[in-house]
């Protein structure tokens, strides 16, 4: 019943070592692990139809709501934001000019992520793919605004989706083995599993780096070299 729990503190540890290593990138970490935070309150949205993990006291079916997604956002929000300058050693650079650019569109940003994700809820019977499509436009408008962020933007992605992709792995073969297929919605998804995991988790992972590894440089001004 602690295989979500598991998941997430491996997640979390992985976190700690990025914390450790790189303690020019505090700020960067904490930053980006806070704002993805909130989205663990999401979770209702996404338990029964998309997954049904076992939750601490049982919360998720009670209210749907559960501690993990709290700990999980806020671990792998600080993981995509610096996992492209930790292992390709890059560091950050203040731009001024850059920092306003963002402060001109941040506001049209959201408002056109807030959009799209509404009308895309209406299309989709699982959430996931609004996750998925949101999370790719929301980078993708990033790179249009930004054009030094484009290789940190795929790269990072790219990235975070191998490591988030072993965790899972490591997780549902060694430590709790079956795990994906016992709660994974599969009669809602594709049906695509590579190595045991459904295509959709994978897509969510490198989607959601693929946004959150510029976001931090792009709301605060910074380039990285």
Known sequence: ?????IFTVVLFCV????????KDLHRHILFSSFIALPLGLTEPFFFSSYWSPSSLFNLAEQTGFDLESLLFCFSVGGIAA??????LQKHLLKAREKRDIAHRHVIFLVIFLIIFFVLFSFLFKAIIYTAIASMALGGLMIMLLRKDLIKETFIGGFLFLLLY?????????????????????VDNLLGILILGSPIEELLWAFTFGFLWAPLYEYLLGYTVH
């Open 15 to 22: 976190w700690l070592l990025l914390y450790y290593l790189r």
């Open 82 to 87: 610096v996992i492209y300058e930790a292992l």
């Open 1 to 5: 019943m602690y295989e979500y729990l």
């Open 165 to 185: 992709f072993f965790v899972l792995f490591f997780v549902n073969t060694f430590i709790f083995p079956g795990w994906v297929s016992s709660t994974w919605n």
